[in-house]
T-cell receptor
């Protein structure tokens, strides 16, 4: 079955700098890759996603890149702000499995003022 | 903005007891999911539900688990005889479907089995 690995487990960056979180997946049939942000006491919130027919997607300060050949995808956050501090999860899924999400272990992002 | 809601936020139960976790998905969504996260571990898929039946389930979702959509709004997860290892955060999610994968999550129910 699918397995998703996520690195690093903790990332500390200076406010204003960029943050990059990386994930790899094992099932070449996976074709949908969302990223979720989870703040303390709340459920995961979808922040951006990418499908396998696209190599990059951007939404303001957030971007995701996908390398299907290498089976890895990354989240890029530019000009980080204190409110970006949270746990970020990557996930992988397939449309033929009704998009059941297989999750990475999460990255705790700390923005230092 | 519509959101997924879950009740209760925290449930404490004795081992062997039955629990029902409740979720109200977003009203025009057609696909419903349960996930769980044991403290310090990955989020794990349990089950997906569409058109009043289970469409996918994981190995975790054994005979002790069941799901139901008893009316037009609620989606429930029942654990018949809870075990200590069922202690976890349980998340409900819903999706509009139609080839769109975006799932929207509730705030979770923390289940503690004593």
């Amino acid at each position: 079955g699918e397995n998703v690995e996520q690195h690093p487990s903790t990332l500390s960056v200076q406010e204003g700098d960029s943050a990059v979180i990386k994930c790899t997946y094992s099932d070449s049939a996976s074709n949908y890759f969302p990223w979720y942000k989870q703040e303390l006491g709340k459920g995961p919130q979808l922040i951006i996603d990418i499908r396998s027919n696209v190599g990059e997607k951007k939404d303001q300060r957030i971007a995701v890149t996908l390398n299907k050949t290498a089976k890895h995808f990354s989240l890029h956050i530019t000009e980080t702000q204190p409110e970006d501090s949270a746990v970020y999860f990557c996930a992988a899924s397939r449309v033929d499995s009704n998009y059941q999400l297989i999750w990475g272990a999460g990255t705790k992002l700390i923005i230092k003022p | 903005e519509p959101e997924v809601t879950q009740t209760p936020s925290h449930q404490v139960t004795q081992m062997g007891q039955e629990v029902i976790l409740r979720c109200v998905p977003i009203s025009n969504h057609l696909y419903f999911y349960w996930y769980r996260q044991i403290l310090g571990q990955k989020v794990e898929f349990l089950v997906s539900f569409y058109n009043n039946e289970i469409s996918e389930k994981s190995e975790i979702f054994d005979d002790q688990f069941s799901v139901e959509r008893p009316d037009g709004s609620n989606f429930t997860l029942k654990i018949r005889s809870t075990k200590l290892e069922d202690s976890a955060m349980y998340f409900c999610a819903s999706s509009v479907g139609g080839g769109r994968g975006e799932q929207f999550f509730g705030p979770g129910t923390r289940l503690t089995v004593l």
